[in-house]
């Protein structure tokens, strides 16, 4: 399954975007859709997350802000970002795990397919 996140841009604080991650592939319906974001020299972070059921789970830091969708008949996910501040600016990356019982959903050894990430920049 190949992935492609887009929307990123450059906001100011507290204002919003919103995020998509289109994919191909016959077996998105069943997959698990997973945001993370990286910031130069740390460590890949867990944003979002959304399974087959659409359960869905968020990082403590985004919790109340920013809210995971999927349109199964546009093979997409998406998410929405409210509130934005300026220790929200990444790369942020969209990932599939074609596995319909991902374990947490949090890690990212847990997916095995990952897209091109898109920045996300906030000025204070």
Request: charged share 30%.
């Given at each position: 399954v190949q992935l492609q996140a887009s929307g990123g841009g450059l906001v100011q604080a507290g204002e919003a975007l919103r995020l998509s991650c289109a994919t191909s592939g016959r077996r998105f319906t069943q997959s698990t859709i997973g945001w993370f974001r990286q910031v130069p020299g740390e460590e890949r972070e867990f944003v979002a997350g959304i399974n087959w059921?659409?359960?869905?789970?968020?990082?403590?830091?985004?919790?109340?802000?920013?809210?995971?969708?999927?349109?199964?008949?546009?093979?997409?996910?998406?998410?929405?970002?409210?509130?934005?501040?300026?220790?929200?600016?990444?790369?942020?990356?969209?990932?599939?795990?074609?596995?319909?019982?991902?374990?947490?959903?949090?890690?990212?050894?847990?997916?095995?397919n990952w897209g091109r990430g898109t920045l996300v920049t906030v000025s204070s």
């Open positions: 059921r659409r359960s869905v789970v968020y990082a403590d830091s985004v919790k109340d802000r920013f809210t995971i969708s999927r349109d199964n008949a546009k093979n997409t996910v998406f998410l929405q970002m409210n509130s934005l501040k300026p220790e929200d600016t990444a790369v942020y990356y969209c990932a599939a795990d074609l596995n319909p019982n991902t374990p947490t959903m949090r890690d990212p050894s847990e997916y095995d």
